[in-house]
């Protein structure tokens, strides 16, 4: 984290948001309609406010395209 101390978001906290599982915003990292997740030393995806605003975005556009 940074030092402004910003949020950090789960992978289960994006499929709530989005209102979707968890594997689907795995397939849709996968398939390139999500940016790759940032990950911790674990290997744990996560994200930040910014990379949640994208997302949300990103997805509406996917969306309206289906």
Same mark, same amino acid.
């Given at each position: 984290?940074?030092?402004?101390?910003?949020?950090?978001?789960?992978?289960?906290?994006?499929?709530?948001e989005l209102?979707?599982?968890?594997?689907?915003?795995?397939?849709?990292?996968n398939l390139? /309609?999500?940016? %790759? !997740?940032?990950?911790? =030393?674990?290997?744990? $995806?996560?994200?930040?406010?910014?990379?949640? /605003?994208?997302? %949300? !975005?990103?997805?509406? =556009?996917?969306?309206? $395209?289906?």
């Open positions: 984290m940074n030092s402004k101390e910003e949020k950090i978001y789960k992978i289960k906290d994006i499929a709530q209102g979707v599982s968890i594997q689907t915003v795995k397939n849709y990292e390139g /309609i999500l940016p %790759k !997740a940032k990950r911790d =030393e674990k290997g744990w $995806r996560y994200y930040t406010q910014e990379d949640l /605003i994208k997302i %949300k !975005a990103l997805y509406k =556009e996917e969306i309206k $395209r289906i």
